[in-house]
């Protein structure tokens, strides 16, 4: 089953890194990446741009409207995510243990994918 490792952190500290610094926690956590690939269990990866580069398409009664960034008063923001292939939800937990080492503070939320696909959707 595939399982989406959501990054949570204060987007203010980790812009506040210093290019070395977060160099190297990018380093640390190539590390556990290439484990995860070389296993066969690693999909797409991407860190997300600021919030302030963020719009949100709210649906209403009339036309869907379209807002400036995502208006949401946390201490952490969605900051990046993996997705990973894992034969249960314990294999996932391991998987984003792994992911911990070298990261700033904050967690990561970790939810079973189900594709759009398996509804015919897409073909």
């Known amino acids: 089953m595939k399982y989406a490792i959501f990054c949570y952190s204060s987007e203010r ?6 290019r070395e610094a977060d160099d190297a ?19 797409a990866v991407a860190r997300l741009l600021p919030t302030t580069s963020a719009v949100t398409v709210r649906h209403g009664a009339g036309e869907p409207l379209v807002l400036d960034g995502p208006f949401a008063e946390t201490k952490e923001q969605l900051l990046g995510f993996y ?15 792994r992911l911990t080492h070298g990261r700033t503070p904050g ?13 015919g959707a897409v073909q």
């Open 25 to 43: 926690m990018l380093r640390t956590l190539a590390e556990t990446q290439v484990q995860l690939d070389a296993e066969g269990r690693l999909g």
């Open 107 to 119: 967690s990561l939320e970790i939810r079973p994918l189900r594709s759009f696909r398996d509804y």
């Open 83 to 97: 997705l990973v292939e894992c034969e249960s939800l314990e294999a996932a937990v391991d998987a984003a243990k």
């Open 13 to 18: 500290v980790v812009s506040g890194l210093s």
